[in-house]
């Protein structure tokens, strides 16, 4: 009896001893916790400890996302439907024949009698897609694609840049995610993507990543000359090539930035310095068109450009539409009933009301203060001149080629998007920049539907190209060419 008692409690005793040990199971399952933890934990370092390298990979992953709707076809249909290719096209026909240069003339066009389309059309966004499908080999549509995507990246990159120079010397909280959030906001702003994937417009698709370049370059002169010199002479160049109507509202802003900013003369001469080269870099382009713009049919003619006041005030943008978020591809119509995508958009709007409330808390240098106050009252004014209000009789007539006020919503992006990073010393105690990213995100994810248009091409040989050009031709209807059937030159599209 004490024996077998004995033996049932050394295996009651064993039992519970086995039941403290966990089984295979839970044991696989505790140790992945700790390790799941410590993944957690690693991953939350490296990005506190690489944050420029961090924010640039998810901006890249944010771009990557909104031109995955287009990977798959020829190219998308817009406004300007395949023309942007048939003069890619051209532009290597010709390089292929003759050389690299540049191509004032398209030989096919008007029938094969050829049209000075690039004489006076800012030719860069084209340049770049030729000089893709000869590197890389690409169809001339991908090659046209990739030239978008490129200037959709670089517009928020180089804001980012602008962002992160100015703030690595002011010591800005969180300065890689605010510069994160600002390249974003610009980047998929509503009036952007209206410009890349609806209007289809290459010219000023590539002003949009111009124009933060010049402002980058000047930051970066205020404290190292010669770079700021170089820095501002690509990038000023570039937006001379990209736009002709952009470049022209824009040198006025890019001009009013260093003179009301800086505390010497040493400064705005130094931006000055680099203007006056970057004009002479473009001067290959914008010499001979003015040289030879007397020679053209109408030249100087305002009406003949539709540059009427009253046609230019019926485009405006009514107040009420910054508040709406306009998500179609049809044309521009007087009145606030566009179903174009022609709005301040909601992530500028936001920013914008953050940095005004800002600018009246504690905690913003005097310097820091001014600045933002400049960004926010040359918003306004842009909205001004873009509303009903804006007495067009009494402009001078070179700024009526704007054509459509609207046009000028790439500087409420730019001016938006930068005064809320500027602001950051004061915001950042409200809201992560993060909340600000993932906003621009969200408002940008309506668009990405309109991508997918109609007519969606798959592929085209370039000898089908051609014909399709000529179909279009026969139609009298070509970007850049006065049509008969209309009192518009053609070129109140392209310009």
């Not at 009698?113 to 340049?127: E, I, K, N, Q, R």
């Not at 931006?271 to 007397?294: D, E, K, Q």
């Not at 500028?348 to 504690?362: G, H, K, P």
């Not at 913003?364 to 007495?391: K, N």
Request: net charge positive; proline share 6%; aromatic share 16%.
């Amino acid at each position: 009896m004490n024996a077998t008692s004995e033996s049932a409690s050394s295996n009651q005793d064993k039992q519970m001893q086995n039941s403290d040990q966990p089984s295979e199971v839970n044991a696989q399952v505790l140790s992945e916790k700790p390790t799941e933890k410590r993944v957690g934990v690693r991953l939350w370092y490296f990005l506190r400890r690489t944050p420029v390298f961090s924010s640039l990979v998810l901006y890249t992953l944010i771009i990557i996302v909104a031109t995955i709707p287009t990977w798959d076809v020829y190219m998308w249909w817009g406004h300007f439907m395949l023309f942007p290719v048939v003069d890619v096209y051209e532009i290597c026909k010709v390089w292929s024949a003759q050389g690299f240069g540049h191509v004032p003339w398209l030989p096919d066009s008007c029938f094969g009698y050829g049209y000075p389309f690039f004489t006076f059309y800012a030719p860069l966004g084209f340049y770049v897609a030729a000089i893709f499908h000869f590197v890389f080999a690409l169809d001339y549509g991908p090659a046209t694609k990739l030239s978008f995507y490129t200037s959709l990246y670089l517009s928020g990159l180089f804001i980012y840049a602008f962002v992160y120079t100015m703030g690595s010397r002011e010591r800005w909280p969180r300065l890689a995610w605010w510069a994160l959030a600002a390249a974003t906001i610009y980047a998929l702003t509503r009036y952007h993507l209206t410009d890349v994937f609806v209007r289809d417009v290459i010219g000023e698709s590539w002003a949009w990543a111009a124009l933060p370049g010049v402002y980058w370059g000047m930051e970066v002169a205020r404290r190292r000359a010669l770079s700021g010199i170089l820095l501002i002479s690509l990038t000023y160049a570039a937006l001379l090539l990209s736009h002709n109507i952009t470049a022209l509202w824009a040198s006025l802003f890019i001009v009013t930035y260093p003179l009301l900013t800086a505390r010497d003369l040493k400064w705005p001469l130094t931006v000055a310095a680099g203007g006056l080269l970057g004009t002479a870099v473009s001067a290959f382009f914008w010499y001979p068109a003015l040289r030879l713009a007397r020679l053209t049919q109408k030249a100087g003619d305002v009406a003949a450009m539709w540059g009427m006041p009253q046609q230019v005030h019926e485009h405006a943008i009514f107040w009420r539409q910054h508040f709406l978020e306009a998500l179609g591809y049809g044309p521009s119509i007087p009145g606030p009933d566009d179903t174009l995508g022609i709005n301040l958009g909601f992530a500028v709007l936001i920013c914008l009301i953050l940095s005004a409330i800002a600018l009246f808390q504690r905690g913003l240098e005097t310097g820091q203060r001014y600045r933002i106050a400049l960004f926010l009252l040359l918003t306004f004014l842009v909205l001004l001149i873009m509303s009903p209000q804006m007495p067009w009789k009494k402009v001078p007539e070179i700024f009526l080629y704007l054509q459509f006020p609207w046009r000028l919503l790439i500087f409420t992006a730019f001016f938006g998007a930068s005064a809320v990073a500027m602001a950051s010393p004061v915001v950042d105690r409200w809201i992560h920049p993060a909340i600000l990213t993932g906003l621009a995100v969200v408002f940008a994810i309506p668009t990405l539907p309109m991508i997918l248009m109609p007519q969606v091409i798959k592929n085209m040989p370039p000898e089908q190209l051609v014909k399709w050009n000529r179909r279009y031709e026969r139609k009298d209807f070509m970007p850049g060419v006065p049509s008969r059937n209309s009192s518009l030159n053609g070129f109140e599209a392209t310009i």
